[in-house]
């Protein structure tokens, strides 16, 4: 099936359409439209707004679009998602992440199974255990309240609690110090340990399986720590676990009572939304952690029931697909114009490359086309510093999403003007470029020879043309930035869609860390050697037998 994507008609007549487009400059379509910016842009109530209209696109192109997706039934392999059907074919799994905010309680069923009173029990759990941290019926084992929480776990078990806790760093209960350790360096352990009172901590060990070898190396450490401070008795009160493995957990020694579970159809890099959001919750509270899912839920909904034209997941997707297979730009930069947001584009580097970074079709044949772009980002404006350079003039276009919240959650002055302005001038000095003629007009006015006119202009050309999208959100809260994460979720599963891939396994995960086991029990094995033999010919020797 998804050999034959560059034989459907669809695409066809796509690829035909982008021969016509390569040469249509955006600011002639701005010039002949001044209403562009209404008609390609689109809304989820008051809460986000997805502005395309700097995109190389047409009426045209957009139905086009549109018609690929409907040839590739994006919007039916998107019900059967919704409704529990297994479609992570290679692990035979469900995808259920949206079920763990439905907020509407419709039943979803797995084979015939209604799995919603199960999330929604442990969701009740999680509201108790939070409410008795913070009003301090939960304690530390001396007495004393519970100040810190160390959440320990990595990739989906890091990734998106980390990036919403930083996030909503304003609605932070007050005293309440979160820390994510992930790295299997002890130095990321190591120094959060430096910090932390042990009788005021608490460690949230989060593992869909509880055998990653990195969560397993820290909370261990984390462990002997306590047990060296307030001794072995101090376990229980400081060690709570997240998993779907509850023999893992109690062989670690935390009580089943004190771990809060999930299921095999949630994604690790989809897992924010369940039990393993308990960190967000421990941040800001059940109800702000309640508000996150709401803001996803009203994305899901859309997702499901607004028509294409009007659909943002389904919209930004499709752009990303002209872009990348179409226009040919292999990669997409995500920008933030929120300090908050500065953990986003890492927490979507995952979510879309581990996702769509794939070059098996669900058919097991090559899907035939580029699929997963580099997805990478950082903060504006930090970025425009940085790497905005080869946005601006590099050789290949890199389309951008630009977020923005309207209002700060934390105003200054008039900072945040600042931020908006960067961020919009940004977008249309992409857009609009800066020809030769208004380069040498410009350089005219200044003191220079003509010589150097000549020698410094080619250098200040800017290309233009060049695309980007701009999503502003009504403020950084939990419900927008709920909704927002679901948007980009569902962006990539429009993209799978298309592609035909499996956006749900990560085999390409695998094989390093077998390997990495592999190296360290041939480690083991070897003789520490003579204080001569340097790391390096000891990590030679240790993969030699490794291989062997
Ligand atoms: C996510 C991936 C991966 C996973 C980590 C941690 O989709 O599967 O990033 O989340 O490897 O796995 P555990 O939660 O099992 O420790």
Request: with cysteine.
């Amino acid at each position: 099936m998804a050999q034959d994507l560059k034989q459907l008609p669809a695409w066809t007549a796509l690829a035909k359409h982008a021969g016509a487009m390569r040469e249509v400059l955006m600011r002639d379509l701005f010039a002949r439209n001044p209403g562009r910016f209404r008609r390609f842009s689109l809304r989820l109530g008051e809460h986000l707004l997805l502005d395309y209209s700097r995109n190389r696109v047409t009426e045209e192109t957009m139905r086009l679009l549109y018609d690929l997706a409907a040839a590739r039934n994006v919007a039916a392999r998107a019900r059967a998602m919704f409704a529990g059907e297994r479609i992570n074919i290679t692990e035979g799994r469900a995808v259920l992440h949206t079920a763990l905010r439905n907020r509407g309680n419709q039943p979803v069923l797995v084979d015939g199974q209604d799995v919603m009173p199960a999330v929604n029990a442990v969701l009740e759990r999680m509201r108790d255990f939070v409410g008795a941290v913070h009003d301090g019926r939960w304690r530390g084992a001396t007495g004393k309240r519970i100040d810190t929480v160390v959440n320990i776990g990595i990739g989906g078990s890091d990734l998106g609690p980390r990036m919403v806790v930083e996030a909503l760093r304003a609605d932070r209960k007050p005293g309440m110090r979160p820390f994510f350790v992930s790295n299997v360096d002890g130095a990321d352990i190591g120094w959060v340990l430096a910090e932390a009172n042990p009788e005021t901590t608490l460690f949230v060990i989060a593992s869909k399986t509880f055998t990653t070898q990195e969560t397993m190396a820290n909370a261990a450490s984390a462990r002997e720590w306590l047990a060296g401070k307030l001794g072995e008795g101090a376990v229980p009160n400081h060690f709570v676990a997240v998993s779907t493995n509850e023999k893992g957990v109690t062989a670690f020694g935390i009580d089943a009572r004190n771990m809060f579970g999930f299921w095999d159809w949630v994604g690790g890099r989809y897992s924010l939304w369940s039990a393993i959001g308990l960190p967000i919750a421990l941040a800001i509270g059940f109800e702000g952690f309640e508000a996150l899912l709401c803001g996803a839920h009203a994305m899901d909904r859309h997702f499901l029931e607004a028509p294409p034209d009007e659909n943002l997941p389904l919209t930004l997707g499709l752009i990303g697909i002209w872009n990348a297979n179409f226009l040919g730009f292999p990669a997409v930069a995500v920008i933030p114009y929120d300090q908050g947001l500065h953990r986003f584009a890492a927490h979507l580097q995952q979510v879309d490359m581990e996702s769509n970074g794939k070059a098996v079709g669900l058919d097991g044949r090559a899907p035939g086309v580029a699929t997963g772009p580099v997805v990478f980002g950082e903060p504006g404006t930090n970025s425009q510093h940085a790497f905005f350079q080869l946005i601006h003039q590099g050789p290949v276009p890199v389309p951008v999403d630009f977020i923005a919240p309207l209002e700060s959650r934390k105003p200054m002055g008039r900072h945040h003007e600042l931020l908006l302005a960067n961020m919009l001038a940004q977008g249309e000095a992409l857009m609009r470029g800066k020809t030769e003629v208004e380069v040498r007009a410009e350089l005219a006015t200044q003191k220079i020879s003509a010589a150097a006119i000549e020698a410094l202009a080619p250098h200040k050309v800017f290309g233009g043309n060049r695309p980007s999208n701009t999503i502003l959100m009504k403020s950084v809260d939990p419900y927008c930035l709920g909704a927002l994460t679901a948007l980009y979720e569902h962006k990539v599963f429009v993209q799978g869609a298309v592609w035909g891939i499996n956006s749900f396994d990560q085999w390409g995960v695998e094989l390093g860390k077998q390997l990495a086991g592999d190296i360290l029990e041939a480690w083991k094995a070897l003789d520490p050697g003579t204080e001569s033999e340097s790391l390096v010919e000891l990590v030679g020797r240790a993969q030699q037998k490794g291989r062997g």
